[in-house]
């Protein structure tokens, strides 16, 4: 089993982001993370394969300082990793993400000499939150995706993919090559052991360019790309909620109830 | 950071933080009251290696140095002085086992922490606590093994321990010279834990008696020549002093942060009590204290590890560090004033913790007289 998980690298989701006197995300003095999602994705590959067998690789696209990130996938599942590095990419939206991504599949199967069968990627990144690579990589490449899995199992040549809707959850077969997106599962990804992080520091991260990728200028880029940023706001600020929590389930519905029949919800 | 550690150590040490912060720091609170052993905790940090960080590298260990191991025990103490005395006191049991055991046995023990285990020293009993060398648990010859008989008392991973090196008396009419050091491994018959000291603090730590009754161990259990295990258990402790001082600056500085951080946003006479100087002065003092108890550790920790002596320094560090983790944790109370006093806040527990560091691995009056043994040797 080929696996592949993406992983972006995104300021810390537990730290608030204000925006600067220019109007850009003030980011430079919050830590940089793996994208949570993406941990999950690597967690649920490093359990798939514990239980299968194979190989993961993680790959980055971003500056060579992901590969902070990428030393600590490699103490917790990956096998291998990879960075795509070019300043052309910087600013491309999702598609144009995607389609470099599409790129490094390519080259890193040619470098390897494999096919990957499943590609993981996190549902959404914690900063752009826009949950559109993964569906629009799939396209790239030609293969079927299912979006916000909690929960795969192997199937023979197909994978069994439980994913989570907003009324409950859908169990779909994909054949693969697959692309799934992974949504929080029930479990907690791994810690890395001193061990496996020492071991991880000292593995190599090989950088990937455009040359090497062979990807056409004119797809990538923020003059290339079909998502233009106007202006950013900060999310306004809500009230704070009240918390409602009677002995009995029913007690705690009949205050909710009332609480919402006087502020005249009902 | 105040240790100078490299890039590889500080990666590390933010690894054991980010564990510490998610796992440890606020469950060990409700462990802290009910006084149980919180062994999920404990399997989590086994799991992922914290009881071997300084098992030598050519017996699976990380082969970290002095300085980094400080660094990683300081933030678990920091979390919770429970949580590092339980990891640190595995340690001080495989010491001696280092300094003095055939290759076989450090073989095994060693893997025993790589594997995620637990270990106990077996020095203290009712009689012999800071006069060590008053130790009745004896050591019979009997053929090719031993028959041990005696308690051991406040025995720190005791009723968990996978091993224990124990000090007992093979020759009673040569006093200390008559005593040595023995490897047992857990289960051995005759062999028993008392129950769980109910402790002032440190409560995530499980202490207990150890029992020996007519407990047979083979002569290849014995630790280095006859006669010399008193010598060992010294050796042994000024090995790991330095090492204590590093929990206790753990316990200082977790009590320095909460003083600041309430200092910040209590409000009295119309500003932040961090605005009016009594309180910064008291601030600055905790710095002061912590940070020279930090350096004093570092520093007998640099000398052990480039081969120079250090008794002296080490026995200065455990014994200042033990000193101010308590008046550091007495003026955070203070700064918190009511709520200080309340066990809703954190800063009482550090009280409770940091009192053991003036006591254990040798009671700080010990550390006083090691240290003017030194001090009048330099004037001759």
């Not at chain 1, 077969?173 to 052991?193: C, F, G, Q, S």
């Not at chain 1, 409602?244 to 705690?252: A, D, L, Q, V």
């Not at chain 2, 129950?195 to 290849?220: A, C, F, L, W, Y």
């Not at chain 2, 790991?240 to 320095?256: D, K, M, P, T």
Request: proline fraction near 3%.
């Amino acid at each position: 089993m080929e696996i592949l998980v993406c992983v972006k690298q995104v300021p810390d989701d537990s730290v608030k982001v204000v925006l600067n006197g220019s109007g850009q995300p003030a980011i430079d003095k919050i830590a940089p993370v793996a994208n949570a999602f993406d941990t999950y994705a690597l967690e649920m590959a490093a359990r798939f394969k514990e239980a299968n067998g194979g190989t993961i690789t993680a790959v980055s696209i971003g500056p060579d300082e992901f590969k902070t990130s990428l030393k600590n996938c490699l103490a917790v599942g990956a096998d291998k990793a990879y960075v795509v590095t070019d300043a052309s990419y910087d600013g491309s939206d999702s598609l144009a993400t995607a389609y470099v991504l599409s790129k490094a599949v390519a080259k890193i199967e040619e470098l390897e000499g494999v096919k990957f069968d499943i590609i993981f990627c996190g549902k959404e990144t914690t900063d752009s939150t826009t949950a559109l690579v993964g569906p629009e990589l799939a396209e790239k490449l030609g293969v079927g995706v299912v979006t916000c899995v909690t929960e795969l199992a192997l199937n023979g040549d197909k994978i069994d993919a439980k994913q989570e809707t907003e009324e409950g959850y859908n169990t779909i077969e994909v054949a693969m090559p697959a692309v799934l997106t992974i949504n929080k599962p029930h479990y907690d990804p791994r810690y890395p052991t001193m061990k496996s992080k020492m071991a991880a520091r000292r593995k190599q991260i090989p950088t990937l360019t455009s040359a090497d990728l062979g990807t056409d200028a004119s797809l990538v880029g923020a003059a290339n790309s079909a998502v233009k940023t106007i202006s950013l706001s900060e999310p306004t600020k809500k009230q704070a909620g009240i918390k409602i929590n009677e002995k009995t389930f029913e007690e705690t519905f009949a205050k909710a109830m009332a609480v919402m029949t006087e502020a005249k919800i009902f | 950071m105040a240790y100078i550690i490299s890039d590889e150590a500080k990666d590390l040490l933010a690894d054991v933080k980010k564990f510490c912060d998610k796992e440890v720091r606020q469950q060990c609170k409700e462990y802290d009251i009910s006084g149980e052993f919180p062994k999920e905790i404990y399997d989590k940090a086994l799991e992922i290696g914290l009881s071997a960080i300084e098992v030598p590298q050519q017996y699976g260990g990380l082969g970290l140095d002095h300085i980094t191991c400080a660094a990683l025990f300081e933030e678990m103490a920091k979390a919770d002085a429970g949580f590092y005395t339980t990891m640190s006191a595995s340690f001080l049991a495989l010491t001696p086992v280092l300094l003095v055991g055939t290759e076989e046995q450090k073989k095994w023990a060693c893997n025993k922490l790589v594997e995620g285990g637990y270990a106990s020293f077996g020095l203290t009993e009712p009689m012999a606590g800071s006069d060590a060398s008053n130790v009745k648990t004896t050591a019979v010859k009997d053929g090719d093994d031993y028959i041990l008989n005696g308690r051991k008392c406040f025995i720190t991973n005791a009723p968990v321990a996978d091993f224990y090196v124990i000090i007992a008396s093979t020759n009673k009419s040569k006093g200390v010279a008559g005593l040595s050091a023995f490897l047992v491994p857990k289960g051995t018959k005759g062999l028993s834990t008392g129950k769980h000291e109910n402790k002032m603090g440190i409560r995530t730590s499980i202490t207990s008696d150890v029992i020996m009754e007519d407990m047979r161990i083979p002569q290849s259990a014995r630790l280095g020549r006859e006669g010399t295990g008193f010598i060992t258990a010294m050796k042994t402790l000024d090995m790991s002093r330095a090492y204590v001082g590093c929990g206790a600056v753990g316990i200082a500085q977790r009590a320095l942060e909460e003083a600041v951080e309430y200092s910040k946003t209590r409000v009295t006479f119309g500003k932040p009590i961090c605005q009016h100087e009594a309180i910064q002065f008291m601030i600055a003092d905790m710095d002061i204290k912590t940070e020279t108890a930090r350096q004093m550790v570092a520093h007998a920790l640099t000398l052990q590890q480039n081969g120079k002596p250090f008794s002296r320094e080490s026995a200065i560090a455990k014994c200042y560090a033990g000193d101010i983790a308590v008046e550091v944790a007495l003026d955070a109370i203070q700064i918190l004033g009511g709520y200080g006093y309340s066990k809703e806040y954190p800063v009482e527990k550090l009280l409770r913790d940091a009192k053991i560091f003036q006591i254990y691995e040798g009671t700080n009056q010990i550390q006083r007289a090691v240290i003017a043994k030194a001090a009048m040797r330099m004037r001759k």
